[in-house]
């Protein structure tokens, strides 16, 4: 029998899990900070709980996805909390791209009501979320881990085994400086190639036969050559996620200088009030800095 699963966080990410959750065939109940998000679950009839306590008192496994650090360990902490309502032996699994401090933080918590607890953040944005395809990192007591496959696949199409406790967040960490780096070089090489004449069409067509294709450069591609800056993974989040990825790399005593430059850049963009957009607005952001024209 499948066990009853509890779902915080119903964003842009988080609705779309808690979905693919519910297709899978566990019975699900769901908590948002924010009531109306929850609508769409109250309309199928799945519980919608009033405190992550309550949420957790009914959970066998307890999913979150919030946005940030002091997200996590406030739905867990307090008499409202996760923590409060967790029954012995029962599972905590953030789903969240945290700091690593912040997952000791959440573990040390949700062990010390005698749960255990997996960090399995996920990688992808809004459509491999909604189709059921993320990449998840797991970590954590290998055993606990391995009895939530299920679980965790229901939202994702692999699995990564990282390690012990706070080993997922930080490969979430690693793979995301790719992220943002892969961003920021397509991006700029767009916009030098636009002001020197060349087209879009002819850029991206020349990208994709060469050794640098690839599927997110595909992806952002269409993007930016139809307009589309609806958010899959926004600037904010972006900017969010190299801020982690500086403190962390900061307190390793590792230099990451092109890493520090995509900040900027995404700092500018969410000045330009694209904050709320796609990550590939981070070309809008260049393009508009360097008085080129969008389009075409």
């Not at 012990?164 to 400086?177: A, C, F, P, S």
Request: hydrophobic share 45%; net charge neutral; with cysteine.
């Amino acid at each position: 029998m499948k066990p009853n699963v509890g779902f915080i966080g119903l964003g842009t990410m988080g609705k779309p899990m808690a979905l693919s959750v519910h297709r899978a065939g566990f019975p699900l109940g769901v908590y948002n900070r924010s009531p109306e998000k929850a609508r769409p679950f109250r309309d199928r009839e799945i519980p919608v709980f009033a405190t992550p306590r309550e949420l957790a008192k009914k959970s066998e496994a307890v999913i979150i996805m919030v946005t940030g650090p002091a997200d996590l360990i406030a739905v867990l902490q307090g008499e409202d909390g996760v923590a409060a309502g967790l029954a012995p032996g029962r599972t905590v699994i953030n789903m969240a791209t945290v700091s690593p401090e912040a997952v000791a933080e959440a573990a040390a918590l949700v062990e010390g009501a005698n749960g255990g607890f997996i960090d399995a953040p996920v990688s992808g944005t809004k459509k491999p979320a909604e189709e059921g395809t993320l990449l998840v990192l797991a970590s954590g007591d290998w055993s606990l881990v391995d009895r939530h496959r299920e679980l965790l696949l229901a939202m994702g199409s692999k699995m990564i085994y990282c390690g012990q406790t706070g080993m997922g967040t930080r490969m979430k960490l690693t793979i995301n400086v790719l992220l943002g780096g892969m961003m920021q070089c397509l991006a700029e090489a767009l916009v030098l190639g636009r002001k020197l004449g060349l087209s879009a069409e002819t850029i991206f067509e020349s990208i994709e036969a060469s050794p640098l294709a690839s599927p997110l450069y595909r992806i952002k591609g269409q993007a930016i050559q139809t307009g589309c800056f609806e958010k899959q993974f926004s600037v904010d989040l972006l900017h969010k996620d190299l801020t982690l990825i500086l403190q962390a790399a900061g307190k390793a005593g590792v230099m990451l200088p092109a890493t520090a430059a995509v900040r900027e850049t995404a700092s500018g963009a969410r000045g330009m009030g694209l904050g709320g957009e796609d990550m590939a607005a981070l070309f809008k952001a260049l393009a508009m800095t360097a008085g080129l024209e969008l389009g075409g």
